[in-house]
């Protein structure tokens, strides 16, 4: 069976930082490209991080120069550093695995940025 499980989301003030993790099992994790999506109450699923096989990365303009992702083959887990928060930021955030078209999806964590 496939899983995908993240974990760091939580309560944080603008301006302050939070690591996601995600935790691949039942999958070739070097073979797939990895990635971030958050999806905020009444809005579209959106990329925030890419990084494929070769470790190159893409990220959404939103949160170039802010976000960090990176990936440990040896260990299955990719991260999400997400650096000076904004509350636009607020979203449930999702751990994606792609290989060529076969997806599969986290159960998501929520991160949330309010004073």
């Known amino acids: 069976q496939v899983q995908l499980v993240e974990s760091g989301g939580g309560l944080v003030q603008p301006g302050g930082s939070l690591r996601l993790s995600c935790a691949a099992s039942?999958?070739?994790?070097?073979?797939?490209?990895m990635g971030w999506y958050r999806q905020a109450p009444g809005k579209q699923r959106e990329l925030v991080a890419g990084?494929?096989?070769?470790?190159?990365?893409n990220y959404a303009d939103s949160v170039k120069g802010r976000f960090t992702i990176s990936r440990d083959n040896a260990k299955n887990t990719v991260h999400l550093q997400m650096n000076s928060l904004k509350p636009e930021d607020t979203a449930v955030y999702y751990c994606n695995a792609d290989l060529f078209g076969n997806e599969h999806w986290g159960q998501g964590t929520q991160v949330t940025v309010s004073s």
């Open positions: 990084i494929g096989r070769s470790g190159s990365t």
């Open positions: 039942g999958i070739i994790f070097g073979l797939y490209r």
